[in-house]
């Protein structure tokens, strides 16, 4: 499978690789760390001011695995005649290139070696058709009068939206202070494109690396990563702004996008890493791993039990350390794999399945569970036709989890911004319970539908949020088809009238419901499938007056 979890529907043009023949490469264990330089008592010495903060704030020691791998050993490696490609402290392990098997039996003599392992037998001899030259839609520049929210989210209003995103938007929490380490395929232009300018002038881009070369982000790369950043980072008022604005960005380069090569969840391991080190908050990940170029590496369903993969393994690493990572669930729901793909199975990440924008199931959304019969993907948001910008700068509209999970992981972001002292399985279980289907969770959708609103409220007994007026938060989904939910704040308890009036007045429906004290209520409306289509509008009447919402109906049959 191509592991970029993206159907692009724009930005692409046709473009192939030729693979070729590449040097053999392999992932070298070690036996220890023995007499290594660094010491747990020196934890500034390889971890980042920042990195140490985290690790304080949630009570987390260093230990013998955040030790970098012994320098002395990796110069008897090169000495033998290797090339270290990357390395792993987490594992105690590099990744290496050897051109001649003599090198490699030069290696196995040494003491301190453990475990050698392929990386690559070959590279593809066939094109690789880029996935991004599928089917498209361009949006027409444009910029929306009509959009009132704080933020003029423009095309990016609905995939927002459907989350209550806007809530926290317009609480002021809008990713200040957080970073965010994106482990992708490439950020192509995004030193020069207008969607990041904001990034660019405020230096909120903090650092790059390119796993794959060895090298800085050259940013001449594939555009997929410059995609899943604007998801979260673009800011283009009125036509196209992110989840999460104002906070801050690594963009690590970990995926090859011309093969299909094991070695690059040696990358993202090393990449992962160098986040956790650098002192990220969060971690998307819109990639995913089950097949490569040579069969015998291929992973199976056996192995999305969570402990496995390496990837995975490195995910729950990277959550134990503090860091919230969210991994796409993958786009295999309609193929013979189906499920999710490494490291969506680990069990302490945050795994995003995809919804379109009416709140149904994408069939192309990976389904879970894992192996062994967890719930998988946790939550979803919107990654069909999602708003994204251009290497261009324009806006079009892509699908697939590489979409849906950058949306949720700004969110996140905004979410923890409100009270830094929970950690991150606190943010992700505050999530699942604000979200559609907290009370059922399926195989396709997770818990559901998060809503954000909610989540604020789930944690505000550690850090209140006062809000004492009543609000009708969200009108879900809208368009709708045969069902409706309203979100409604109510700073007492007392029975409200819902009613669904014409344009000209007419109550076309009605229903009565209790709300609770100091809460957010969740009120399903089914009573509306029977009217036609059209343009309506919601009120809400209360003791103290009433609130009104424009709605429409579009039958689906």
């Known amino acids: ?73 990796m110069d008897s490696i090169r000495s033998a005649g290797a090339e270290i490609l990357t390395r792993s402290r987490w594992f105690n392990a590099v990744t290496i290139r050897a051109t001649d098997t003599s090198i490699l039996q030069t290696i196995r003599k040494l003491p301190f070696v453990y475990q050698i392992k392929s990386a690559v037998y070959y590279k593809s001899s066939q094109l690789v058709k880029d996935k991004f030259e599928t089917d498209f839609q361009f949006l027409t520049p444009s910029i929306d009068q009509t959009d009132t929210t704080l933020l003029r989210y423009g095309q990016a209003t ?14 002021g929490f809008q990713g200040q202070g957080m970073v965010i380490a994106i482990l992708d395929g490439g950020f192509r232009n995004v030193n020069i494109n207008r969607a990041f300018d904001s990034l660019r002038q405020s230096n909120r881009i903090l650092g790059t690396w390119d796993f794959v070369g ?24 009125g036509e196209m702004v992110g989840t999460a604005p104002r906070a801050s960005f690594y963009l690590l380069l970990t995926e090859d996008t011309g093969s299909e090569l094991i070695i690059e ?25 089950s097949t490569f170029d040579n069969p015998a590496q291929n992973h199976t369903y056996a192995d999305m039990d969570g402990n496995s993969t390496r990837i995975t393994i490195a995910a729950d690493m990277a959550a134990a350390r503090g860091m919230l990572v969210v991994s796409s669930a993958a786009n295999e729901g309609s193929t013979a794999w189906h499920y999710i793909t490494a490291p969506a199975d680990a069990d302490s990440i945050l795994t995003i399945g995809s919804v379109d924008s009416m709140g149904y199931y994408s069939p192309f959304s990976s389904t879970g569970p894992t192996f062994d019969r967890r719930i998988k993907p946790n939550v ?29 992981c700004g969110l996140a972001a ?3 911004q409100i009270n830094r002292s929970l950690p991150p399985m606190k943010i992700i279980e505050a999530i699942q319970a604000s979200a559609s289907q907290a009370n059922s969770p399926d195989s396709l959708m997770g818990y559901g539908i998060p809503d954000f609103g909610k989540a604020l409220f789930l944690i505000q007994g550690m850090n209140p949020i006062p809000l004492t007026d009543e609000s009708l938060f969200r009108i879900f989904p809208n368009p709708f088809a045969d069902r409706l939910r309203v979100d409604f704040f109510s700073p007492e308890r007392q029975e409200i009238s819902i009613q669904l009036l014409s344009l000209t007045g007419r109550v076309m429906a009605s229903r009565k419901a209790e709300v609770g004290y100091t809460s957010v209520n969740s009120i399903e409306l089914t009573e509306f499938h029977t009217l ?26």
């Open 214 to 237: 060895n090298k800085p982000v050259a940013y001449d790369e594939h555009s997929h990563g410059a995609q899943v950043l604007s998801t979260i980072g673009a800011n283009l008022s």
């Open 265 to 289: 969840e040696d990358n993202w391991v090393a990449g992962a890493e160098w986040a956790d080190s650098a002192g990220a908050d969060l971690i998307n990940s819109s990639l995913g791993y």
């Open 532 to 557: 036609p289509n059209g343009m309506y509008i919601l009120r809400i009447i209360t003791e103290t007056g009433h609130h009104d919402r424009k709605v429409i109906r579009i039958s689906q049959r």
């Open 158 to 171: 609905r995939q927002i939206g459907m989350l209550n995103g806007h809530i926290l938007h317009n609480q």
């Open 414 to 416: 905004c979410l923890w």
């Open 380 to 408: 979803t948001a919107q990654g069909s036709w999602t708003a994204i910008v251009g290497t261009d700068g324009n806006i079009y509209r892509g699908s697939g989890t590489s979409f849906s999970s950058p949306v949720m």
């Open 1 to 73: 499978m191509k592991r970029i979890l993206i159907f692009l529907l724009g930005l692409g043009v046709f473009s192939a690789v030729t693979g070729q023949t590449a040097p053999d490469k392999y992932w070298i264990r070690f036996t220890d760390k023995a007499n290594s330089p660094y010491s747990i008592d020196r934890p500034g010495e390889f971890l980042s001011a920042r990195a140490l903060e985290r690790r304080d704030r949630y009570s987390i020691p260093v230990n013998s695995q955040d030790l970098p791998v012994n320098p002395a050993y």
